[in-house]
């Protein structure tokens, strides 16, 4: 478990720390099975906020702050003055004010981060944090080398240097390995064995992920994997090929067949036969798929169980803050280790600081480990597959491979809200595959509907609301399910900075993106109604709740508002645009920059639009067809 002192010492003013277990105390009050918030769930929220980002801990006072001051414009007293049921009620008005609710649904998140993944409440609702000992030391891993323990030469020469060992990069090491070239992986982020995955999701978003903020119309918190597999390695195993209009959909703006169904499909056949994609037993996708098909079938729409990448899963774990088991193979697996047993090294906790260049051409990488050690790899090719927000950043800190001004546009990021429903029969969600089953009948209008089982300490992120109607919805936890709907969104955003540390990108959903939420959010309480549900709730400020077809009749004809939806997203894609025109695209088709020979980017920043699926396939089949370009180029 991830040591969170809750008695460290507080840089919250007095006024702030007043303020903050006000806060607190009214939006976790506590049920019979879960312990109310006190000053610990704020000591734990200030300490986790500076592990996670220690820029953000300042803020987060000022936030508390400014909170309890907003409560005098509307009741004449502060937010700590007030009566407990007079705090509810101001919390319930904030929850639709275009004012309030974005700042409260961050620090409200925040909070139920600190709290419900404390060991004590995961205990109290029935959870255990994991334990695995004695995990198997391959030999492979006498390859994987910390950069600052690397007491070889300052310099390494090779074939090819990649940068990045996610779907991206692993994928590129691999496939030049395989045909007999020297390879060196820089990885930013450590190697994880299974034992470090104990199910806590602070852990998981302060070791395993590289956090960024989207800001915009619609503030969207918006998560990377940083470590050996990158976000491989801590999703959810969905293992989805692109649709196949979207493909058909790049063949006509850039010019090509190269990326047709027939062209892609020996490096989808490929992946999917290294990554061993298999339907999962429908005994581990739990009653959720029962749910969806009563639902489903009721209106004759296409449903079905999700293709992943984990032979053997039996649902032991949750999935996005990483596989105990070792059942789900991402690149850390499936990939890296074949490798590094055909003599590729990787070097971890090596950040990469700037290309190095001879004569007009990309010839390695410099990179700085956390001690401030420099090692140079020089390489016939550089290959950066940093992902859709860190692989701009570089370019952009670099100053290369922008002659188009295209390097940090264009950014989708499949924006991602939720729909629960409480159901009479206890499903106990978290027992199950979290992401194993799907409804795909709005594919093409840009909805997905698929399974979201939470686990006990992250089931409270599903309800973007506070107080008694928190606790309320808590209380039937053993018979709820969800849906996430994953938008396959007509907007783009861009990445220019970082911020202490941590990337910040502007995005706003479009009209459009608005309405397919709302029509995912309407489908999914279609479903459920359908399948016996006895209230529905979206994930949406201000609740809109819905306990009858009543409910969702009025609710069909409600307008939503960008700032109410409670978003997320795992999937950013289209920073480092691909296309024929050095002046409108930052890569050709074969993923080599425009301007500088030599320099590759593979990785979701060069995929050519959203997919409206999870991306890890499309990126894979991508680089496995970029990686024989590279190798015929060495």
């Given at each position: ?15 702030e720390?007043?303020a ?11 049920s ?8 610990r ?6 300490n ?8 953000a ?9 400014a909170?309890?001051?907003?409560a ?13 049921e007079?705090q509810d009620?101001l919390?319930?008005?904030w929850e639709h ?12 998140t925040l ?6 993944d ?5 205990e109290?609702q029935g959870?255990?944090f994991?334990?695995?000992k004695?995990v198997?030391r ?6 994987i ?7 070889g030469d ?17 994928v ?9 070239h020297a390879?060196?992986f ?5 190697h ?6 104990n199910?806590?999701?602070i852990r998981?978003h302060?070791?395993f992920?590289?956090n ?5 119309n ?13 976000s491989t ?6 293992s989805?090929r692109?649709p ?7 063949c ?8 047709s ?12 036969g ?6 999962p037993?429908?005994?581990?996708i ?8 009563r ?5 004759g729409w296409?449903?079905g169980?999700?293709p992943r990448?984990?032979?053997?899963c ?14 789900k193979?991402?690149t ?6 074949d490798a590094?047993?055909?003599?590729a090294?990787?070097l ?6 700037r290309v190095?260049?001879e ?19 020089r390489?016939k090719?550089?290959v ?6 860190p ?6 800190k ?7 001004g295209?390097?940090g ?15 009479d029969?206890?499903?106990h969600p ?7 089953y ?5 594919l093409?209008?840009g909805v997905?509907l698929s399974g979201?089982?939470?686990?006990l300490?992250i ?30 969104d007509t ?8 911020l ?27 479903i ?13 400020m201000?609740?809109h ?6 409910d ?6 409600t ?11 795992y999937h950013?894609?289209?920073t480092?645009?691909?296309g024929?025109?050095?002046?409108k695209?930052v890569?050709g ?7 500088l020979?030599g320099f590759?980017?593979?990785d979701?920043?060069?995929?050519p639009s959203?997919l409206?699926v ?9 680089a496995?067809?970029a990686?024989?370009?590279i190798?015929d180029?060495?």
């Open positions: 478990m991830l040591d969170l002192p809750e008695h460290a010492e507080s840089h919250l003013t007095a006024q720390l007043r903050g277990i006000a806060l607190v105390e009214a939006m976790i009050p506590g019979a099975t879960i312990p109310a918030a006190d000053e769930t704020l000591r734990r929220a200030e986790m906020v500076r592990f996670w980002a220690d820029g801990a300042r803020p987060f006072g000022m936030v508390l702050r909170l309890d001051l907003a005098v414009l509307q009741t004449g007293r502060p937010f700590h003055a007030l009566t407990r007079r009620s919390l319930h008005n004010s275009p004012i309030h609710s974005a700042p409260l649904n961050l620090l409200s909070l139920k981060f600190a709290h419900f404390a060991e004590h409440t995961y109290r959870g255990k994991k334990v695995v004695a198997e391959p030999r492979y891993m006498d390859q080398i910390s950069a600052s323990e690397w007491e300052e310099t390494i020469e090779c074939d090819a240097v990649v940068i990045g060992t996610g779907a991206g990069g692993a590129v090491g691999r496939e030049l390995a395989v045909r007999g390879v060196v820089v990885e930013e982020g450590e994880y064995k299974r034992d470090a995955y199910g806590s999701m998981a302060g070791i992920y590289r960024a903020l989207a800001i915009g619609a503030p969207m918190p918006t998560f990377m994997g940083k470590m050996m597999g990158g390695a801590v999703n959810g195993g969905t989805l692109p196949p209009w979207v493909l058909d959909q790049w006509e703006t850039l010019r090509t067949d190269a990326f169904q027939e062209n892609m499909r020996p490096f989808f056949e490929r992946v999917e290294i990554l061993n994609v298999s339907t037993e429908r005994k581990h739990g009653p959720i798929a029962d749910i969806m098909d639902g489903c079938d009721a209106f296409s449903r169980p999700i990448n984990a032979v053997g039996e649902g032991a774990g949750f999935c996005d803050f990483g596989c105990p088991t070792g059942a193979r991402g850390d697996i499936a990939y890296v280790p590094l047993e055909r003599g090294l990787a971890t906790g090596l950040r990469a600081e190095l260049k004569n007009g051409r990309a010839v390695g990488v410099e990179g700085v480990a956390s001690n401030g050690k420099r090692i140079r790899i390489a090719v550089t950066l597959a940093g992902g859709a927000v692989t701009p950043l570089f370019l952009l670099n100053s290369l491979c922008n002659s188009s295209e390097v546009r264009n950014l989708t990021l499949h924006p991602s809200g939720a729909v629960s429903a409480m159901f029969e206890e499903l978290h027992r199950y595959i979290p992401q194993a799907l409804c795909d009948e709005f093409k209008q997905l979201a089982q939470p686990d300490n089931g409270a992120i599903l309800f973007p609301f506070t107080g008694r109607r928190l606790m309320e919805a808590m209380s039937g936890m053993s018979n709820l399910t969800a849906f996430g709907v994953v938008l396959r907007g783009t955003g861009t990445v220019r900075f970082e202490n540390g941590t990337p910040i990108v502007t995005y706003s959903l479009t009209p459009r993106d608005v309405e397919n939420m709302h029509l995912g959010i309407v489908r999914s309480a279609e459920f109604f359908a399948a016996g549900a006895r209230r529905v709730l979206p994930s949406l201000g609740g709740f819905m306990n009858n077809l009543d969702l009749e009025r609710f069909r004809t307008k939503l508002r960008a700032g109410s939806i409670a978003l997320t997203s950013p894609l289209g480092c645009k691909m024929r025109d050095p002046k695209s890569v088709l074969d993923h080599q920059a425009h301007d020979p590759y980017v593979v979701g920043s060069t995929v959203a409206g999870n991306p890890q396939i499309t990126i894979m089949a991508m496995t067809r990686a024989i370009g190798a180029a060495i």
